[in-house]
């Protein structure tokens, strides 16, 4: 008899302290800075515990908790694959390079047929000797000849200045152009000291200051404008953007 009372005394102990503990646990189990979470399972109740972390959302039975594979991500964030943005990438119409348009000479650019640069030529006062030479007026000088060289297209023009006896006056002469050259085309020329010509280097071609001074008798400066060999080809580079 003793026993069996012992045995109910027991179990309503039992029984007291697990009501006791569900009642004391049962609610939320608060953590430092405020991280714990309700382990209460109240139907509609989807708070956090607060603190640094916005409550979060209820999943359905049909979410994938799984993690995603590194190859969705990248897919999702068009890296490290072959998928293009949807969006449209405005390229430059054009883009900053060195001019390949033939060189002029008097405003007339240096291409085309000898025939056609010859006409040209004799539109802006030039006369045609007859024989691939025009005569005309040029840099503030009277009777300069111009020789145009190449047949299609024109690749090269040289003008002969006037004779000039006097070595003072052809030094001057040279001196004038040389400076003309330098404030024009904004850059300095390459000169050498064993001989007396100045050449301008430009994108689309060379630009020559020269003398003869071999014959006293036939002194006179020499100026020549050739193009680069792009557009002595008649080719012109071009940014093939413009061709899409």
Not at 182 to 198: L, R, V
């Amino acid at each position: 008899m003793k026993k069996t009372i012992k045995l109910v005394l027991a179990i309503v102990v039992i029984f007291l302290l697990v009501r006791l503990c569900s009642s004391n646990f049962g609610s939320v189990i608060n953590l430092p800075g405020g991280l714990g979470e309700s382990s209460s399972t109240t139907t509609g109740s989807n708070e956090s515990g607060g603190g640094w972390f916005s409550p979060k959302s209820n999943k359905t039975a049909t979410d994938d908790d799984t993690p995603k594979d590194i190859s969705d991500l990248e897919r999702e964030l068009g890296i490290g694959t072959d998928e293009k943005p949807s969006s449209t990438i405005n390229l430059p119409s054009t883009t900053t390079t060195a001019s390949t348009d033939p060189l002029s000479f008097k405003g007339i650019p240096i291409t085309g047929s000898s025939t056609s640069f010859g006409t040209k030529l004799v539109n802006a006062g030039f006369r045609n000797n007859g024989n691939g030479t025009y005569t005309g007026d040029f840099a503030g000088y009277s009777g300069c000849k111009v020789t145009p060289s190449g047949s299609n297209p024109v690749q090269e023009v040289r003008v002969d200045f006037p004779v000039i006896s006097d070595w003072n006056a052809l030094e001057k002469a040279y001196d004038s152009l040389q400076a003309s050259l330098t404030q024009k085309y904004g850059i300095e020329p390459k000169t050498s000291t064993n001989n007396n010509i100045a050449t301008y280097s430009l994108p689309n071609g060379t630009i020559t200051l020269d003398a003869d001074v071999s014959n006293q008798s036939n002194w006179h400066v020499i100026l020549k404008y050739a193009n680069a060999a792009s557009t002595i080809n008649n080719y012109t580079v071009k940014n093939p953007i413009d061709d899409l």
